[in-house]
């Protein structure tokens, strides 16, 4: 269906919603509680726009697109109503943006530059930085949460940890874990989905603190080493060094979502003690050895076990942070090449 | 630690809902109970176990709600005073000051021996009897500085007095306050004889859809606050779902200057169960809920006494009602944070569309409907919509409850036909304490009118809405020249951020800056431009927010400034 933004004509699919089209093509409209995989809210009113024959402010996020739907999102009227829900967001917590780990990748600060705030205009009370760093690899700061409940819903409905919830009301609105435990001492298993969700500095990796800013990495993106799930990642380098990684959002198996290994375990590849050769041990020693030296012995040796005993004699065993691609290589080499069915996988043993 | 007997009473509360997370709220209540009037951090975990929910929520749950004191230090006696507007205006402060001075604590803590925490609160629906002093389940009201020292004299002794009921009331319909001077009137016979339940006979030998076409001919608007014709809504009920059709009423009164409800529930509890029962029947429900905030107890007993005496009379035959209790907080008067609620959450409003009406509790098609709105359909079916459409005028048909309190000399709920006069309802609260200042008409949440504006106002949706402001719920607190409008915009604007339920950014934040601007203006370190900030939240605020709280915030703050400018301009001068 077609639909017009700001006079642009627009292509909307059926059961998007104004924001979702927006963006499929290309318009801006700042938001912070809206995310692909935690759905609507409705409650930063940040997306606001008005739309023609309709009373009123209009939350885009929740608006479903219909054809012929003519939408302003540039009036003076939309952009007072989102300058001070910006404002007041602001105003009323601390987010100083200078030595944010967030910075240049913040929903709140891109929405306060397209709205050219240049610093909070509401601010009637101190803000105290309200910092829980009782986690391995998740640095809370509650004074930099804009209550948009991703984190929360992404806990729960999407990992389905179900650790994080809100607690009290009004202004004293916060994130709690289990019952407002230190997140450290909470049944948080760090995944760190609630990291990738937050649009903010609220939940940041302890482990990227200070390591770089936003703009001065790259992305590369991998499949994850440790399991055969093949969770997608985007590594954040920054040099030669990784300093955040995330989940790839659109990328299957886990459409972002990873685990405390996955998206923190990541220091073993800088390991003095990463084996860097083959080693073939003689007379109880190790000893460093070629990739051909090493081959070789191995093949000589299957090739004379089945020789004397069959091929049953010989039994694989799979690695579990192998993924499905060379698993399935290595079953294909015991049936095929060798000739047994004794293959399996070392997570089912 | 939740005893063996609590468990017990746990699995029936679980197994009275539909669904067991509905149970929630009323298990807390009981835990708490059962535990010195607190909540401890493992009593949650314990419940979230029980329950089967996770313990974050049941922890968000505890602390959504005002009257649950999660790890709180609360003692034997916990004093709480409502200081909202009409209690303001009726002298709740000095009785805070009072209290504070004899007990040698300030509101939030606890004397040193334990026996009592003071607390000041919001309003509690007693605004006719302010000023009010909550221990712990009771009400004690119509309080002076005597009567509190004879009170703490008591309480010291181990002895809760009883309650007292020192309410005024005046009826010229003689419907919904018919029963209010009668004697046991809540009790089944009493009601009975004097004709309750005979409209719901007629009910019964009526159609379902010819109940629905008399209740949409009275043209009878919601009496809650926002004033939609209760037929129509009736009628945008989606049929042929496959799910059940829940009733529920609104018994949540929390509106400040509202009142009302409370008359109807307390002394003729059977003219709600009766209209309940035959809106039931309109609408096809078999469950219906009455929703009531915490804080009223003892109504809450009464309901369940009178909903177990028409069952056992045979008058609910095929329609369950379970009375559930609120547990403190405003927003829950929305509907679709009531039902929220309900289900066991933290009372924050939905997005709308779907409606409730659509898909309300449990996923259901769902009507909600105000006390007094269910209370007068008897009247209808009875009488008939012509006799109701006598009292009134086109668009504003009927008669109303209206609670006046603040500055008058006989505050009380008074039955009126909608267009009655300010002036004629000034006269039945005994008029004005005073000089009279200024007068809001429907509850907190509405534009403050000024003496002048009150000349020619009549009491009714068209003339309100003429005078740029709305009937509401029909609370009227009469406000004298003795009271500082930016003192009562702080306090209003108090009221708002403490009851904001967190959800939506413009009124979270919103209602707190305004707090914050106001206490400075107060304080007399305010700025010029700080009226205009205000004034520019106010107008930006409307519309803009996830529930009408916005603007149940904004427009009473933005009159009160916009109208009153002077005061606040002098204070920043002086």
Redesign the interface.
């Given at each position: 269906m077609r639909i017009t933004i700001n006079g642009m004509a627009c292509e909307a699919k059926e059961g998007q919603t104004v924001l979702q089209a927006a963006r499929a093509n290309g318009i801006y409209i700042p938001s912070l509680c809206y995310h692909d995989k935690t759905g609507v809210a409705g409650k930063c009113r940040v997306c606001v726009a008005e739309v023609r024959d309709m009373r009123g402010l209009q939350a885009t996020c929740a608006l479903p697109a219909r054809e012929g739907m003519e939408v302003i999102t540039n009036s003076e009227t939309v952009l007072q109503a989102q300058r001070m829900v910006v404002d007041l967001l602001l105003s009323t917590g601390k987010h100083d943006c200078i030595a944010c780990e967030q910075n240049g990748m913040c929903e709140l600060q891109d929405a306060a530059y397209y709205l050219r705030i240049e610093r909070p205009g509401l601010q009637y009370a101190d803000v105290q930085p309200d910092i829980d760093s009782s986690s391995a690899f998740v640095h809370v700061d509650r004074s930099k949460c804009v209550s948009c409940g991703r984190c929360v819903a992404g806990c729960n409905e999407v990992v389905v940890n179900e650790v994080l919830d809100f607690g009290r009301r009004g202004h004293g609105t916060s994130i709690v874990f289990n019952a407002d435990l230190p997140m450290g001492e909470s049944t948080c298993v760090q995944c760190g989905e609630c990291v990738q969700l937050c649009p903010v500095g609220a939940l940041t990796e302890k482990k990227s603190m200070g390591k770089a800013r936003s703009w001065e990495t790259h992305k590369v993106r991998t499949t994850c080493p440790y399991c055969g799930v093949g969770c997608q990642l985007d590594l954040h380098v920054k040099g030669e060094q990784i300093v955040r990684v995330t989940g790839v959002e659109d990328g299957s198996p886990n459409k972002g979502r990873l685990c405390v290994k996955g998206r923190f375990g990541y220091d073993f590849i800088y390991s003095e003690d990463r084996l860097t050769t083959p080693l073939i041990k003689e007379n109880g020693e190790f000893r460093k050895a070629s990739w051909d030296e090493a081959l070789d012995l191995v093949a000589n040796k299957f090739k004379q076990i089945i020789a004397e005993s069959g091929p049953d004699a010989i039994g694989g065993v799979s690695c579990a942070r192998s993924i499905n691609e060379d698993s399935y290589q290595m079953q294909k080499l015991f049936r095929a090449v060798i000739g047994t069915n004794n293959i399996d996988h070392c997570a089912r043993t | 630690m939740i005893s063996e007997q609590a468990v017990r009473e746990i699995n029936g509360l679980m197994e009275k809902y539909p669904r067991k997370e509905s149970a929630l709220m009323p298990i807390l209540t009981l835990v708490q109970r059962d535990n010195g009037n607190v909540l401890t951090?493992e009593d949650?975990?314990d419940v979230a176990k029980l329950l089967g929910v996770?313990?974050?929520?049941?922890?968000?749950l505890a602390?959504?709600y005002t009257m649950f004191n999660v790890e709180k230090e609360i003692g034997k006696y916990h004093l709480q005073v409502d200081t909202n507007i009409p209690a303001t205006l009726m002298g709740a402060r000095e009785i805070l000051r009072h209290l504070e001075k004899v007990l040698g604590v300030k509101a939030g803590e606890t004397t040193k021996d334990g026996l009592f925490t003071l607390s000041e609160v919001e309003c509690l629906a007693s605004c006719g009897t302010c000023p009010t002093i909550q221990v712990n389940d009771r009400y004690y009201e119509n309080m002076t500085t005597d009567k509190v020292d004879q009170l703490l004299d008591s309480l010291r002794k181990g002895i809760m007095p009883e309650k007292e009921d020192g309410s005024r009331f005046g009826t010229v319909c003689n419907v919904l306050l018919k029963n209010r001077g009668e004697k046991n009137a809540s009790s089944l016979s009493v009601a009975k004889a004097r004709g309750a339940y005979q409209a719901l006979a007629k009910a019964q030998g009526m159609k379902p859809e010819d109940i629905l076409a008399e209740v949409k001919k009275a043209e009878l608007r919601g009496r809650g606050g926002a004033g939609f014709p209760a037929g129509v809504k009736w009628g945008f009920l989606a049929k042929d779902t496959g799910k059940p059709t829940y009733l529920i009423c609104n018994a949540d009164e929390g509106e400040p200057g509202t009142f009302k409800d409370r008359q109807i529930m307390e002394y003729d509890p059977h003219l709600l169960v009766e209209g309940m029962a035959i809106t039931a029947r309109a609408i096809g429900a078999r469950q219906a809920f009455i929703y009531i905030r915490g804080e009223f107890e003892w109504i809450a007993r009464i309901l369940e006494e009178a909903v177990a005496e028409a069952k056992a009379d045979g008058q609910l035959p095929d329609l369950d009602i379970i009375v559930h209790r609120g547990a403190g907080?405003y927003v829950c008067g929305e509907e679709t944070a009531l039902i929220e609620s309900i289900e066991g959450k933290?009372g924050q409003p939905r997005?709308r569309p779907p409606f409730p009406a659509v898909a309300g509790l449990y996923g259901c098609p769902t009507i909600v409907n105000n006390v007094e709105t269910l209370s007068t359909v008897p009247f209808i079916i009875d009488k008939g919509a012509d006799a109701f459409k006598k009292w009134g005028f086109e668009n504003n048909y009927g008669f109303k409850l209206f609670g006046i309190s603040g500055c008058v000399n006989q505050p009380g709920v008074y039955e009126y036909p909608l267009g009655v006069s300010f002036q004629e309802l000034m006269e039945a609260a005994g008029g004005v304490k005073g000089t009279l200042k200024a007068a809001i008409v429907g509850g907190l949440s509405v534009a403050v009118l000024k003496a002048e504006e009150l000349k020619d106002l009549t009491m009714d949706y068209d003339s309100c809405a003429k005078h740029g402001t709305a009937l509401g719920s029909g609370g009227i607190m009469v406000i004298n020249e003795d009271f500082s409008i930016p003192e009562l915009a702080l306090r209003t604007a108090k009221f708002y951020?403490?009851?904001?339920?967190?959800?939506?950014?413009?009124c979270?934040?919103?209602?707190?800056?305004l707090v914050?601007?106001l206490k400075?203006i107060v304080a007399g370190s305010g700025e010029a431009k700080d009226i205009d900030?205000i004034l520019?939240?106010c107008s930006?605020?409307?519309?803009?927010?996830?529930c009408p709280t916005g603007e149940a915030f904004s427009v009473p703050i933005g009159a009160m400034v916009g109208k009153f400018r002077n005061e606040f301009e002098a204070l920043i001068r002086a």
């Open positions: - | 951090r949650l975990k996770t313990t974050g929520k049941v922890y968000g602390t959504y907080s933290r997005i951020a403490h009851e904001s339920c967190g959800k939506c950014v413009p979270r934040e919103g209602s707190h800056t914050e601007i400075r900030t520019a939240i930006t605020m409307r519309g803009l927010t996830l």
